[in-house]
């Protein structure tokens, strides 16, 4: 198990470890193609592993690294501490560092989400039941909990940012700028807002 220690903060974060989890998977390949190529390890759930498994793309399934199968017909994936406590850990804090240690949670600095298709449900007049079952709540958890940490873990909601992502990544030997995380955290934030008031109407 890897030792974490405190570092100086900077104004970029380095991406070493990866969760991908998507439902629209356009572009996902190339994404995590780069990421592979550039050493990063890519963890994975549910279909988006099956995915980038069957595309020979090197994923470590989530279910086998936290121990904890997936269950409730894949209500539950993702929810577990091992997951989010590498997510929302502040890099910056040795008390934060000692428990992931003591409690063998790796760190991850990149989390790719984007949420199950509630609105194109609801609007393709899916039964009542088929509506509930497209409430997204992994994905929200993921999002919010990586784009609180934006100081520290970068959030990708949608597609279109891969290419700018790549670019940065491509410039600064595998760093994004932490003022590029706010930008992305904001968008997150301004997308899981959207997602809630179309299941709020």
Same mark, same amino acid.
């Not at 100081?151 to 992502?165: A, C, G, R, S």
């Given at each position: 198990?890897?030792?974490?220690?405190?570092?100086?903060?900077?104004?970029?974060? %380095?991406?070493k470890k990866a969760l991908i989890s998507?439902?629209?998977?356009?572009?996902?390949?190339?994404?995590? %193609?780069? &990421?592979?190529?550039?050493? =990063?390890?890519?963890?994975?759930?549910?279909?988006?592993?099956?995915?980038?498994?069957? #595309?020979?793309?090197?994923?470590?399934?989530?279910?086998?690294?936290? #121990?904890?199968?997936?269950?409730?017909?894949?209500?539950?994936?993702?929810? !577990?501490?091992?997951?989010?406590?590498?997510?929302?850990?502040?890099?910056?804090?040795?008390? !934060?560092?000692?428990?992931?240690?003591?409690?063998? =949670?790796?760190?991850?600095?990149?989390?790719?989400?984007? &949420?199950?298709?509630?609105?194109?449900?609801?609007?393709?007049?899916?039964?009542?039941?088929?509506?509930?079952?497209?409430?997204?709540?992994?994905?929200?958890?993921? =999002?919010?909990?990586?784009?609180?940490?934006?100081?520290?873990?970068?959030?990708?909601? #949608?597609?279109?940012?891969?290419?700018?992502? =790549?670019?940065?990544?491509?410039?600064?030997?595998?760093?994004?700028?932490?003022?590029?995380?706010?930008?992305?955290?904001?968008?997150?934030? #301004?997308?899981?807002? &959207?997602?809630?008031?179309?299941?709020?109407?």
């Amino acid at each position: 198990m890897k030792i974490y220690k405190t570092k100086e903060l900077s104004n970029k974060i %380095k991406i070493k470890k990866a969760l991908i989890s998507v439902f629209d998977k356009t572009n996902i390949l190339g994404i995590a %193609k780069f &990421l592979t190529n550039q050493n =990063i390890e890519i963890y994975s759930s549910g279909g988006t592993y099956k995915h980038l498994e069957e #595309n020979n793309i090197k994923v470590i399934d989530i279910s086998k690294y936290t #121990n904890s199968p997936e269950i409730l017909d894949g209500r539950v994936k993702t929810l !577990h501490p091992k997951i989010h406590g590498g997510i929302l850990a502040k890099r910056n804090s040795s008390k !934060h560092l000692k428990e992931l240690n003591k409690n063998k =949670i790796n760190l991850i600095d990149l989390v790719i989400v984007n &949420l199950y298709p509630f609105k194109k449900t609801v609007a393709s007049k899916s039964s009542f039941k088929q509506c509930i079952e497209n409430i997204d709540i992994g994905g929200p958890t993921l =999002i919010r909990a990586s784009a609180k940490n934006f100081e520290f873990v970068v959030t990708i909601t #949608n597609p279109n940012d891969y290419e700018k992502f =790549i670019g940065q990544m491509k410039k600064d030997k595998n760093y994004i700028s932490k003022k590029t995380s706010l930008e992305l955290a904001s968008k997150a934030f #301004n997308e899981i807002s &959207l997602y809630d008031m179309d299941i709020s109407d």
